[in-house]
């Protein structure tokens, strides 16, 4: 049933409550001090709540009474999952105000419980997308969809059927060429330019809206089929390298979904070899260990990821796999898959008048405009100027990072410019072990590590000077949430902070 549900809260309302201090090491206020993880507060027993009015099943209007709480059951800056029997609720209290929404993040199903509540938004404790605690409305990347909220006037009033939900889009009009129209032509169909295309539609954009591209599919969630090696992420443009062989028909390079599907296909039972020890690289391989019958991988580095990971963090995710580097050795190979990295597929571009540097990337400004009016770049081929290094042009290929390229240059577009606000968040599935990642680490020159990297279970801090610029966590959660929401509020985590 699609029925409309109603959720009575009875609470009752108590005097202002207080709230201790965070203080830091150093006896200073912590930049943590105001977003918190959620405290470890259970449910409240039956006893609690055995005086107020038990669930109750009412028709013909088919809605649900139930007490699940009360005011003194959460504290300020707590967040609690309610069960009412047919579904959940995410209630929430923050500075003395209930509100009430959907339990899971609507990216990937986190529970928002353990996320981050802060300054009336909830962070995602998995991949870091933010929303709104009043609207509900995704604030902060990745995904596509928002949260239902319910009403809280102790009522809550949600669809049991939904754990998400889309914003309210216009519909493109019919147009008459006479009218001097306008139309948008938005060229790939990676997420900068869908959330551009949802971004334009959710504003009120009628017009015309093409979006051309040379995928077959429409657009898909790229990174969690490339985890899972059923279909693999296709990058702008793979490095294309010269060696023997190349027009074989078991050698990969990860375009398109079709060349994953053969690529799971062909290896099951049998040897598959992956070239290069890049984060897609290092998936594949992991998705392909209980396909085939061996797994090697062959790479220039000693340690991987130590350019973005550090040393420590590399050499502990790569004893989860043996490397196989420059020795000679030949390696029977029933498929290869090719993983050295990609670049800006921006060939197209040469002679339109729309500058590109050295190395093929497009230059934006703030609002995502290249030097040509009305023409603008978002995704991994663009550099941006990034808030986090004082407007630093720099280029950050996360898929998060490009939800919000999509949506600022809709912005605009609408001649509504926004500026970038967003801290970078990627994530990395191996072995079933996640790695998560917040901030922008290009050049740091130390790591502060708490826990333990030979058991995977840790936080990683990188820092440049006497400043942390960069988290990465495994088996930590929400740390890494917890660190993007100090470092989203424009706070500076210092060394000694974390020392």
Not at 52 to 72: F, I, M, Q, W
Request: with cysteine.
């Amino acid at each position: 049933s699609n029925a409309c549900v109603e959720v009575k809260v009875e609470l009752t309302l108590l005097g202002k409550e207080k709230e201790a201090g965070v203080k830091s090491a150093n006896g200073k206020a912590s930049p943590f001090s105001d977003c918190r993880p959620n405290g470890a507060l259970e449910h409240c027993s039956d006893e609690d709540s055995a005086a107020a009015a038990p669930l109750r099943l009412y028709k013909p209007r088919d809605y649900l009474e139930a007490s699940v709480c009360h005011v003194k059951d959460l504290e300020n800056g707590q967040m609690r999952e309610v069960d009412l029997g047919s579904g959940r609720a995410l209630l929430i209290k923050e500075h003395g105000e209930f509100s009430a929404m959907g339990h899971k993040c609507p990216h990937y199903g986190a529970p928002l419980v353990k996320g981050i509540l802060s300054k009336g938004h909830v962070r995602c404790p998995w991949h870091g997308a933010c929303f709104n605690i009043v609207t509900g409305d995704i604030e902060d990347f990745p995904g596509l969809d928002s949260l239902p909220t319910f009403q809280v006037t102790f009522l809550v009033r949600f669809d049991l059927q939904s754990q998400k939900r889309s914003k309210a889009m216009a519909r493109c009009s019919a147009v008459n060429s006479s009218t001097g129209f306008s139309q948008v032509l938005i060229i790939g169909s990676g997420p900068a330019g869908l959330v551009c295309a949802e971004t334009l539609r959710q504003e009120g954009f009628t017009d015309r809206i093409v979006m051309c591209t040379m995928d077959k599919h429409p657009p898909y969630d790229r990174p969690k089929l490339s985890k899972v090696c059923t279909e693999i992420q296709s990058t702008p443009q793979p490095k294309l390298m010269n060696y023997k062989g190349q027009d074989v028909r078991n050698v990969f390079h990860l375009r398109t979904p079709e060349d994953a599907n053969s690529v799971a296909r062909l290896a099951n039972n049998k040897n598959a070899v992956i070239v290069g020890t890049s984060f897609v690289g290092m998936e594949v391989a992991a998705a392909l260990t209980d396909k085939a019958h061996s797994v090697s991988i062959i790479g220039i580095e000693a340690i991987p990821f130590r350019k973005a990971l550090g040393e420590k963090v590399g050499k502990a995710i790569m004893k989860l796999k043996e490397v196989v580097l420059k020795s000679g050795k030949v390696l029977r190979a029933d498929v290869c898959v090719i993983g050295t990295g990609s670049g800006p597929a921006t060939g197209f571009l040469k002679q339109s008048g729309v500058h590109m540097d050295s190395k093929g990337f497009v230059p934006v400004n703030k609002t995502m405009q290249t030097n040509v009016d009305g023409v603008f770049a978002g995704g991994d081929i663009v550099t941006f100027p990034f808030p986090g290094r004082s407007n630093k042009k720099v280029n950050i290929p996360h898929w998060q990072m490009a939800h919000v390229h999509g949506r600022t240059a809709a912005h605009g577009m609408m001649g509504r410019p926004t500026e970038i606000k967003t801290v970078p968040y990627f994530w990395s599935a191996m072995f079933g072990k996640s790695l998560r990642y917040a901030g922008y680490g290009d050049g740091f020159d130390d790591v502060i590590i708490q826990g333990d990297v030979d058991e995977l279970k840790f936080v990683a801090f990188y820092t440049r000077g006497e400043e942390v610029v960069a988290v990465a966590s495994m088996n930590y959660d929400p740390i890494v949430s917890r660190v993007a929401e100090v470092l989203g509020s424009g706070k500076t985590i210092r060394k000694r902070d974390v020392e």
